[in-house]
C-alpha cells in the first residue's frame, strides 16, 4: 500500500482508457467490410525509425521516454552521454524506471528535481535497486543524515553509481591524507560532494603543489582545504599564479594566507586591481599589527561600490578613472 501510494505522487503520465476510446478500436478482422466514415477514423500507428541520431524521435513510440520528458528529462542532454539514449529505449516504465523513481523520491531528491537529476545521470536508471539501497545504508552507517544525503546525491548525481567498497576509499583517503576527525571528513565531502565522484590524481596533485612548491604545512594545508574545499580542485596554475601574487608581490605570509585561504578563489585580476589601487593610495597595508590593516576577506569580498567608500576611502568614478591606467 505504501509502494501504491508513492507511486500515484509521481508526477507522471497515467494512461487512461475511457469507454468512447473503445469506438476507436478498428474490427477485429481484416476481412470485415467498414463504412468509409469508419475506415477514416482508423488511425494507424506510426512505424517506429529505423535509424536516428537523436531520441526526441522515439517519444512517440516510447512509454518510458514520453514519461521521463514528462518528468523534466532533457533528451538533448541524455543522448550526449555515451550510450545513455540505447540504455533508455530498453528499459520499460513500469518494470524499471518507477522504482528507481521512488527510491531516489525516498532518498529526498524532490519531484521538481527529477528531471534535472535523471538528465544528469540517466544511467541510473538500469542501476540494480538492492545496489542502490545497499549504498545509502552504507552513507547512513556513516553517520550522513537524510538530509546531508539527499544533498551529496542531488548535488554529486553519479554518486550512487560508486560501490560501497569506493564510497569507503574516498572517504578513508581524505581522512587519511589530509589527517582530518571523522566527523571533519563528513563535513568536508559535504561542502563539496563532487570530492566523492571526481578524480583523485589531480587532488593528490594540488596537495603537493601547496606543500612542496608553495611551501605550506601539513596542519596548514589541513585549515586551508577544510575552510575552502575547492582548492583540491582548482586549476593547478592558477593556484601558483594567485600564491605568487600574494605571497611574493603583496608580501602575505603563509599563516595569513591560511586564515584567509577564500583568497583562492576569487580571480587574480580582481585581486590586482584592487591591490594596486590600495598601493597607489597608500592604502595597502595587510598586517594585522599596524593602524589601517586591510584583510584579504575585505580585499576580495566586498563589492566594487563598498570597497571604494569604505576601504579604499574613495570614490567608485576614482577607482574606473584607475584602472584605465593599468
Known amino acids: 500500500q505504501q509502494e501504491q501510494a508513492k507511486a500515484e505522487t509521481l508526477p507522471v503520465l497515467n494512461a487512461k482508457i475511457l469507454d468512447e476510446d473503445w469506438d476507436d478500436i478498428p474490427p477485429s478482422s481484416a476481412l470485415e467490410v467498414i463504412s468509409e466514415e469508419e475506415a477514416v477514423q482508423i488511425i494507424a500507428e506510426p512505424l517506429l525509425p529505423i535509424q536516428s541520431s537523436t531520441l526526441r524521435d522515439y517519444v512517440d513510440h516510447s512509454e518510458t521516454l514520453a514519461k521521463l520528458v514528462h518528468l523534466g528529462v532533457d533528451l538533448s542532454q541524455v543522448e550526449k552521454r555515451q550510450k545513455a539514449g540505447q540504455l533508455l529505449l530498453t528499459l520499460d516504465f513500469e518494470k524499471d524506471v518507477k522504482k528507481i523513481l521512488l527510491f531516489l523520491k525516498d532518498v529526498g531528491i524532490e519531484d521538481n528535481q527529477l528531471g534535472q537529476f ?9 542501476e540494480d535497486l538492492e545496489a542502490l539501497e545497499t549504498r545509502v545504508a552504507y552513507l547512513k552507517s556513516k553517520k550522513f543524515g537524510q538530509s546531508e544525503i539527499a544533498q551529496l546525491v542531488s548535488r554529486a548525481p553519479y554518486l550512487l553509481l560508486f560501490s560501497v567498497e569506493r564510497l569507503d576509499n574516498r572517504l578513508g583517503f581524505f581522512k587519511n591524507e589530509l589527517g582530518l576527525s571523522v566527523k571533519k571528513t563528513k563535513d568536508l565531502v559535504i561542502r563539496l560532494p563532487r570530492l566523492l565522484t571526481g578524480k583523485l590524481e589531480p587532488v593528490k596533485e594540488n596537495l603537493q603543489v601547496c606543500q612542496i612548491e608553495l611551501g605550506f604545512q601539513r596542519n596548514e594545508i589541513q585549515q586551508i582545504v577544510f575552510k575552502t574545499p575547492k582548492i583540491l580542485t582548482a586549476s593547478k596554475k592558477r593556484l601558483r599564479q594567485t600564491f605568487d601574487y600574494l605571497h611574493n608581490i603583496m608580501g602575505i605570509p ?3 594566507l591560511t586564515r584567509f585561504p577564500q583568497v583562492f578563489n576569487s580571480k587574480l ?14 592604502r595597502a597595508q595587510y598586517d594585522p599589527a599596524q593602524p589601517s590593516y586591510i584583510s584579504l576577506d575585505q580585499l576580495v569580498s566586498l563589492p566594487d561600490e563598498v570597497f571604494c567608500t569604505e576601504i579604499a576611502k574613495a570614490s567608485m568614478k576614482d577607482f574606473e578613472n584607475f584602472l584605465k591606467t593599468l
Open 118 to 126: 535523471l538528465t544528469k545521470n540517466p544511467y541510473i536508471l538500469g
Open 269 to 282: 585580476l580582481r585581486i590586482r586591481e584592487r591591490h594596486m589601487f590600495l598601493a597607489f593610495l597608500g
Open 254 to 256: 603563509h599563516h595569513m
